[in-house]
């Protein structure tokens, strides 16, 4: 059998991580299997998981009701093609994520990633002013500190900083940015806010097929959480100048801010809605894209006809099954109250680190916890910081934070907490 040793040689010289350059000079752990909240390394260690995988599994690693749906559907097919065919889990996935979602809407596009969802809003944008007869609405109004993915359309609205737009400046699609919400959460609203956004619908609404943004919370691109009177505005200022809206809610979705969907806290329906990330409870890749039926009905209309997208895996019967299981689940229990608990906790445990001399900023909303520093941390030093303290966290840049899965128990989120307030103690 390999050694550990052997593994970990190979992957550095071979294998590409998220992120990351070859060979990869980074640290990484080999895992050995996963359970809970937990995260067993092949060297025995054991880690709590304070970021659920990249935010996915929110009811942890093996829940047996999702296990056991997968294994259901195992035996019945893993896998056929969604092309002319289709399926229970599709179907009855649809309906869920159209019960669970703002009435008007009504019509579900399924994919393998978030980055693809938001390609398919964009897309599906661009083509519905087509249909319409306005073909020069190609170009998107987003707000600066944004991120929704790494291929090319979703990284033309990604901030233009963080995405290092320079790289890749002669084959992105130009597209507009507002300045970044300065209005926080829980402040005072301030119409000023707002202005930038407005500015440019003004200007270019006739070149804008539509705007994109994460309600709320703007997640990768800076853990930054701003009023739902901006979102309620910027909706109203689409509708207006004739522009569609598009909410990346792949971050956001299935109760991680308080609310089922972050849009709630505004009470806006978009055109689109992206979801992702914890719709399988992170057991597979699985990502949707909603839409009305006043945008779909524009394509048989259209000349267009259809809408040319359609991934190989698309609605993956396995994926579809466990995501309908862990929706039900979240359904099943008192999930509002739980983040609740979740953000009080937090709240409390967190605001120590406000005087320590490092820190900028300490904010919390919903199962989400941000320690800000002043200056960018040197995430390679840190993360195996946070290993020697049993828990899994993936700081990054100036960014400590927290979004841990939803069944956490208490002491195991002050193990969390209090890793944070050690290790930032110490920087
Ligand atoms: C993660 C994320 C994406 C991209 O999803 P992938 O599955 O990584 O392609 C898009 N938008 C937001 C808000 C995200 O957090």
């Avoid at 942890?60 to 294994?71: C, E, I, V």
């Avoid at 790494?150 to 609205?157: C, I, Q, R, Y």
């Amino acid at each position: 059998m390999q050694s550990l040793q052997q593994l970990l040689d190979l992957d550095r010289l071979h294998v590409w991580h998220p992120y990351a350059a070859m060979p990869n000079l980074l640290p990484v752990f080999p895992v050995e299997s996963a359970q809970g909240v937990r995260i067993q390394l092949m060297d025995g260690r054991s880690l709590i998981d304070g970021v659920s995988s990249w935010w996915t599994c929110i009811h942890g690693y093996n829940h047996p009701r999702l296990t056991q749906a997968a294994h259901a559907q195992i035996d019945r097919m893993s896998h056929v093609m969604f092309g002319g065919l289709t399926h229970q889990p599709a179907v009855d996935l649809t309906a869920k994520l159209i019960a669970m979602t703002p009435t008007e809407l009504q019509h579900v596009f399924f994919c393998d990633s978030g980055s693809v969802a938001v390609e398919v809003a964009m897309k599906m944008a661009i083509q519905y002013w087509y249909n319409r007869g306005l073909p020069q609405k190609q170009h998107f109004l987003t707000i600066r500190n944004g991120y929704h993915g790494d291929t090319f359309a979703a990284m033309s609205v990604c901030d233009p900083v963080n995405g290092m737009h320079h790289l890749f400046r002669n084959i992105l699609s130009q597209q507009y940015f507002a300045e970044a919400p300065q209005v926080t959460f829980d402040r005072d609203w301030q119409e000023r806010d707002i202005d930038s956004f407005a500015a440019l619908l003004v200007a270019h609404h006739d070149r804008i097929a539509a705007a994109i943004f994460e309600p709320v919370v703007q997640n990768a691109g800076g853990m930054r959480f701003y009023h739902p009177e901006y979102v309620r505005q910027a909706k109203a200022l689409c509708e207006q100048y004739n522009v569609l809206l598009i909410l990346d809610e792949i971050a956001t979705g299935f109760g991680r801010t308080g609310k089922l969907f972050a849009c709630e806290h505004a009470a806006v329906c978009p055109d689109f809605l992206c979801v992702g990330k914890a719709l399988s409870g992170g057991f597979m890749s699985l990502a949707a894209t909603l839409t009305t039926r006043e945008v779909s009905e524009s394509f048989a209309a259209g000349k267009a006809g259809v809408f040319m997208h359609g991934p190989t895996f698309m609605a993956n019967p396995l994926a579809c099954a466990v995501s309908l299981e862990n929706l039900a689940l979240l359904e099943s229990y008192d999930w509002q109250s739980t983040i609740r608990a979740i953000e009080t906790q937090l709240k409390t445990e967190l605001e120590p680190c406000r005087s320590l001399a490092a820190v900028k900023d300490v904010r919390v909303l919903g199962a989400i916890g941000v320690v800000e520093l002043h200056d960018p941390a040197n995430m390679q030093a840190i993360q195996p910081r946070f290993v020697e303290e049993g828990v899994w966290l993936r700081p990054f840049g100036r960014l400590i934070y927290t979004m841990p899965p939803y069944i956490i128990q208490p002491s195991e989120l002050t193990a969390i907490t209090s890793a944070i307030y050690k290790i930032v103690a110490r920087i």
